[in-house]
């Protein structure tokens, strides 16, 4: 018996999705996780899947993981010593990053301090041209004396990023081999490496939490690849990618930028396969942890995606799965500020000692005891009995804001769900204006371990008709790295025009691109199977200082095709922005090229439709909207594809609880999934 096993680590519980490949059967999991020993948890969970399932370490052909660990790195500052060697002149390229107040509201608010720290920051004497010839070569005696200044100061990590390096990687290579004779024992990063485009500070800052997350990353693989094969697991270790992919672990080592998203990312993945199986043109993702509220727009199954994304303080400028972080997850700390205010976030009880209803020590009220107050979270164990609920733990909690807040402990435990839900609503208020669309368009497809328990109630503020609760929705993101595709992400920076010489350039720079991605599929991949190429190229008017990525056709830049790649471009910026100019003329900045590679997915077949009402398996007392009601409390495991239920309503499963409200209706479709729409 062979089975594929993904794992997602969050703040609060590990998630694992296992697949019999034999009889197809998808069995979920969850454990604790273990944030002062990583990797533990990954090792706990086998440990249980063999005890509940009988699939021994040994029957696992296909493992795959989403790591945490750079982005809390980041988060947590608990990274590398850095030094930063760029082109002298150049040494406040962070400093001075985009001149952008963090706030613009408040005038006191500050950048934060660079991960690199200026006096870290060492200019070498060098020069190279943005058409990729050397001005000025590399100053060998520069570089030494750099590399003493910085070892002298404490760093263990240089990270390179030198002027036009994306045009050129030979100065910074250069470099490279002098640090490696002078201090062998120093990790180096090249921004040439990390993601070779063009814009100086976007290259920099990218290169630096690369570089800041290299060696805990890579400490971390390592020792889950030596638990791994203790354990008897033979399959070779896949990372799942920020940008929804998986590559093989030992990539994830030298290459830890692509992982710092990853496991959002594996989230938005899995509730795209959802909404592209029921057929759901435009979707919310939601999913909501320990630690976090996530939020992603999926069209016609296909999650967005962009670049810049912020991890901790800082962006990124790798592609990524788009996606909204809210610091409002069920483990979220309630508190006073100093003005009396009650304030939700974004400190996380995390796993250790987690909410207090959890019993394992947690005194501070988290959204989690609230929902316990309030008698909403159902049965008696969460997390596939990994907690025991302890409703009087919640009570005292939220009782100690009760008293100081003057009010009664219902009415302060639906006052801390408000105040998280209307923090969910105003990000989510922005991410659909910068899509320049109408939440009530959408439906939320919620997961997570809480995303169930907080959707319908965040459905009505928005004015969201229609909520799609997946069959195992605590371990959603688990699932998308089960099903993730083989993907990485090449650029090239072009900067020509939109005319026969420049589609000529292009065209060269498409040829080296495919071979690039052909070699890190087959060689470094070991992918045999079909490959799928897809062009783009980011392009502007000429005198514009941004740019749009438009899809491209590789016969149209190979027959130097105009007209069909300018189209193109006019349509996207239409889309975008509402005007486009076709009279203009039109720049070609980068060259983009996403190769991927399709995994055997679950073949899920159908159920059969019933018209019977749904029977609950009792009545609970409830506090919502106000006041006591009863509410009928359901199984998820006993209900069948068509059974029909009202609100309110308490729907009870090994992953999560989810909460239909009043004046909501819903009904089991023929996928399994819980459709809760709100009553007309």
């Not at 400093?95 to 952008?100: C, D, G, M, S, T």
């Not at 060696?215 to 799942?240: C, F, H, M, N, P």
């Amino acid at each position: 018996m062979k089975c594929r096993v993904a794992v997602d680590i969050g703040g609060t519980f590990t998630d694992f999705c296992v697949l019999d490949e034999e009889t197809g059967e998808l069995r979920t999991l969850k454990t604790l996780s273990t944030p002062t020993t990583p990797g533990a948890e990954v090792m706990n969970g086998i440990a249980e899947i063999d005890q509940r399932y009988g699939l021994k370490p040994s029957s696992i052909g296909y493992f795959s993981h989403g790591t945490t660990v750079g982005v809390n790195t980041v988060i947590q500052r608990r990274g590398a010593e850095l030094a930063l060697f760029t082109t002298q002149g150049f040494e406040d390229v962070l400093e001075v990053a985009r001149l952008k107040v963090p706030d613009p509201y408040n005038i006191f608010s500050r950048r934060p301090a660079p991960l690199a720290p200026r006096e870290r920051v060492y200019g070498i004497t060098e020069r190279m041209l943005k058409d990729g010839s050397v001005e000025t070569a590399v100053d060998a005696a520069d570089v030494r004396a750099a590399v003493a200044a910085a070892t002298a100061d404490g760093a263990d990590t240089i990270v390179v990023a030198l002027l036009h390096a994306y045009s050129n990687p030979d100065n910074e290579r250069e470099v490279r081999g002098i640090i490696a004779e002078a201090a062998p024992e120093m990790t180096v990063t090249l921004s040439s490496d990390v993601w070779p485009v063009i814009r100086e500070y976007e290259r920099t800052v990218t290169s630096t939490v690369a570089g800041y997350v290299q060696r805990r990353v890579a400490d971390y693989i390592g020792s889950l690849q030596a638990a791994l094969a203790k354990s008897g697991v033979s399959a070779e270790l896949l990372i799942t990618k920020s940008n929804g992919g998986i590559m093989a672990a030992e990539l994830g080592k030298t290459n830890p930028i692509q992982t710092l998203l990853s496991g959002t990312a594996s989230g938005v993945i899995g509730a795209a396969d959802v909404a592209a199986r029921i057929g759901a043109s435009d979707v919310l993702s939601f999913d909501v942890g320990g630690t976090s509220a996530d939020v992603a727009v999926i069209r016609d199954g296909k999650p967005a995606f962009g670049t810049g994304e912020m991890v901790g303080d800082f962006p990124i400028y790798v592609p990524t799965v788009s996606v909204t972080s809210i610091g409002e997850g069920g483990g979220s700390i309630a508190w006073i500020d100093d003005f009396g205010m009650l304030k939700v976030g974004p400190e996380s009880a995390g796993s250790t000692p987690g909410p207090a209803c959890y019993g394992q020590g947690g005194e501070r009220p988290a959204i989690t005891d609230a929902f316990a107050t309030l008698g909403l979270l159902g049965g008696a164990e969460l997390g596939y009995g990994a907690v025991t609920l302890d409703r009087a733990a919640a009570d005292r909690a939220v009782g100690g804001l009760a008293t100081r807040l003057g009010l009664g402990l219902q009415e302060t435990a639906e006052s801390i769900i408000r105040v998280s839900i209307s923090g969910m609503y105003l990000e989510i208020s922005k991410l659909m204006s910068r899509h320049g669309a109408d939440p009530r368009s959408f439906a939320l497809l919620a997961f997570g371990g809480a995303g169930p328990m907080t959707a319908c109630l965040l459905a009505r503020e928005l004015g969201i008709g229609r909520v799609i609760v997946p069959p195992t929705p605590g371990v959603l993101s688990a699932y998308g790295g089960l099903i993730a595709d083989i993907r990485n992400d090449f650029i090239r920076t072009a900067f020509v025009d939109l005319d026969e010489g420049g589609l000529a350039v292009l065209e060269g720079h498409a040829v080296d691109l495919e071979r690039q991605a052909l070699a890190w599929l087959r060689d470094e991949q070991g992918f045999e199977g079909e490959a799928r190429l897809i062009f783009t190229a980011d392009m502007r008017y000429q005198g514009q200082s941004y740019e749009i990525e438009t899809q491209v056709k590789r016969a149209d830049i190979s027959a130097g095709r105009i007209l069909p790649i300018a189209e193109a471009f006019h349509a996207e910026h239409a889309a975008v922005y509402d005007h486009s100019d076709p009279e203009a003329p039109v720049q070609i900045v980068n060259l983009r090229l996403v190769v991927s590679g399709s995994v055997a997915k679950p073949d899920f077949q159908p159920g059969t439709m019933t018209d019977a009402v749904a029977k609950p398996v009792g009545n609970i007392d409830i506090f919502l909207d106000g006041a006591a009601r009863t509410a009928n409390l359901y199984a998820r495991s006993e209900l069948d594809c068509g059974n029909t239920l009202t609100g309110p309503a308490v729907v009870s499963q090994d992953d999560c609880t989810t909460i239909i409200p009043p004046g909501f209706d819903a009904h089991i479709d023929v996928w399994g999934n819980l459709v809760i729409e709100q009553e007309a």
